[in-house]
């Protein structure tokens, strides 16, 4: 049960909805407008029950936003009765408009065929001669891909675009004229659940499916119908060539981790994809269409070369004794991620020969635990210091005078200081200082950082952080949860491994073997977990096969 369902009342129509032998399904009042989605928020026995086809279940939804958005949006209605696919629903706001809640009046008659193809998706009457046209070309459209033979098929919203699209003002023309390789391409593509679009031809005209939708972001739905070069503009130079081979020659192309830039999201964003590219021949000689398999494979690609990273970190430490040499180590392995860290600062924590009552030992050194002065020790992509001109910088806020430093990098660093937590900086919120919002060149893409972030490495915790990691983040990725894990597993891999240079050499030896030992007791573990399974699958099937007395 959500946290925002708090009202008593509403709980209370929850419980009821679930127990209720009538469909119902929640969606969220700020996701109405988005029709390539079908997402809810809550759905009863009943709605599953009924609807376990997925394609009439989103074209219900569908449906359930279009009707709500008109009505709210034109009447300010707050609840009202709607039919949906001939049956009336009821529609009702909860917790102040943060939800809707659609309901069946009464347990649904599941009709078939051309009456699930009567979804529907219009909030003005059946009646209305415009919608009534709508109806009837996407209906003849429909038939003409062989749509309506399927009784259990109903069209999702993306379905209906691609129906009710002019062709006939494009150069692939009438649905009618068609010839039937393209018929049979376009009703399987649409049909299929992998991400496929169809390139049609001389102006590689697109025809894509529902998967395609999240892969193309902003750019659905006008990439529809439109030639690549016009809505992938600033990746049609990288796929021109391919597509015109397959086109010309007609022999299938495989291509895998092909690296794209794509303004689909607002911004020019790095991605890789796995494309298949199959030729489609007509009658003539040569292709007229293209059919692109293609899958992404973005997050497999950049988790890969990032683990190659950190895993040079913790190659290094075994044969390392020295923690001078290890944050060297440290700043060669982020170098050699160009793409994911643009710039990088270490800063490390000053020897000291403070008064005793003040100092503990560190890797052999005097530390001061009031003082924590730290200097930048190695740094990537930076000409200059952005931290200003003093060579060392005390980072202990209860050793500062109450003046306010006007250095906002250093602000922040007392902060992450104190609660020793990574920080996240964007120049979306403004908390990324001028000094950061740099370009480098040759790394990044040459594009200027919008997010960084603060890394502290703990130690000894009476002494707080021994070191800091000021990095420049990836400018053509999002800074989404797995960025952000990635920022905390790099943390605990320089974390493990200073702690690890750190201690005498007999201890370093007693952890390795530590480490041997626990690795080759969970591959036993996991081996001796398959054999059983093994075992038990063998019993079943012995157990299957006996014969059984009277």
Not at 22 to 38: G, M, N, Q, V
Not at 145 to 151: D, E, F, Q, V
Not at 273 to 291: A, E, K
Not at 410 to 436: A, C, F, G, H, W
Request: proline fraction near 6%; hydrophobic fraction near 40%; glycine fraction near 6%.
């Amino acid at each position: 049960m959500s946290s925002e369902w708090s009202d008593p009342a509403v709980i209370g129509l929850i419980q009821y909805l679930q127990l209720d032998t009538r469909p119902a399904f929640l969606i969220k009042h700020e996701e109405l407008t988005d029709l390539s989605s079908d997402d809810t928020v809550f759905e009863n026995a009943s709605f599953k029950r009924f609807f376990n086809v997925d394609q009439l279940r989103s074209a219900l939804v569908s449906a359930a936003k279009i009707a709500a958005t008109t009505r709210i949006g034109k009447d300010k209605a707050q609840s009202f009765v709607y039919n949906l696919n001939g049956n009336d629903c009821s529609f009702v706001s909860l917790c102040d408009g943060l939800y809707l809640a659609v309901s069946w009046c009464q347990i649904p008659t599941i009709v078939a065929a051309h009456s699930q193809l009567a979804v529907r998706t219009s909030a003005t009457p059946i009646h209305n001669s415009h919608e009534s046209q709508s109806k009837e070309r996407w209906e003849a459209v429909a038939g003409l891909l062989g749509w309506l033979r399927n009784p259990n098929l109903a069209l999702t919203a993306h379905q209906r675009r691609v129906a009710e699209f002019p062709w006939e003002d494009t150069s692939m023309g009438p649905v009618e004229s068609w010839p039937t390789v393209l018929r049979l391409a376009v009703s399987a593509s649409m049909l299929n659940p992998d991400p496929r679009c169809l390139y049609w031809g001389p102006e590689f005209l697109a025809i894509y499916n529902e998967a395609c939708i999240p892969l193309f972001g902003q750019k659905h739905p006008f990439a529809l119908g439109k030639s690549p070069w016009i809505s992938w503009k600033e990746s049609w130079p990288f796929a021109e060539t391919p597509l015109t081979r397959v086109m010309r020659d007609g022999i299938p192309e495989k291509q895998a981790g092909i690296q794209w830039f794509f303004n689909r999201h607002g911004y020019l964003e790095e991605a890789f994809f796995n494309s298949v590219f199959l030729p489609i021949p007509g009658i003539d000689s040569g292709g007229c269409g293209i059919l692109d398999q293609l899958q992404e494979t973005t997050d497999h690609v950049i988790a890969n070369r990032q683990q190659n990273m950190m895993n040079a970190i913790s190659d290094h430490v075994e044969k390392t004794t020295d923690i001078t040499e290890y944050w060297s180590n440290v700043k060669s392995a982020l170098a050699s991620l160009t793409s994911d860290i643009v710039y990088a600062l270490i800063l490390t924590r000053n020897k000291s020969g403070g008064h005793q009552a003040n100092t503990l030992m560190h890797d052999e050194r005097l530390i001061d635990v009031t003082a924590a002065e730290f200097s930048i020790s190695h740094s990537i992509g930076f000409t200059e210091s952005p931290l200003g001109p003093l060579s060392a910088y005390q980072l202990n806020p209860s050793h500062v005078s109450s003046t306010p430093d006007d250095h906002p990098i250093i602000s922040t660093l007392r902060q992450v200081y104190t609660n020793e937590e990574v920080r996240m900086l964007s120049k979306k919120d403004n908390s990324l200082p001028k000094s950061l919002e740099i370009a480098i060149k040759d790394r990044g893409f040459g594009d200027v950082v919008n997010n960084a972030c603060i890394i502290p490495i703990p130690g000894d915790p009476t002494a707080g952080p021994i070191a800091f990691l000021i990095l420049g983040l990836n400018p053509r990725r999002p800074i989404d949860t797995r960025a952000t894990d990635f920022v905390q597993v790099l943390r605990k891999v320089v974390t493990k491994g200073a702690a690890t240079v750190n201690l005498p050499v007999h201890l370093r030896q007693n952890q390795k073997r530590l480490e041997e030992l626990h690795q080759s007791l969970l591959e036993k573990l996991q081996a001796s977990d398959q054999e059983t399974k093994r075992l038990n699958a063998r019993f079943e099937r012995m157990s299957g096969g006996a014969p059984v007395g009277e």
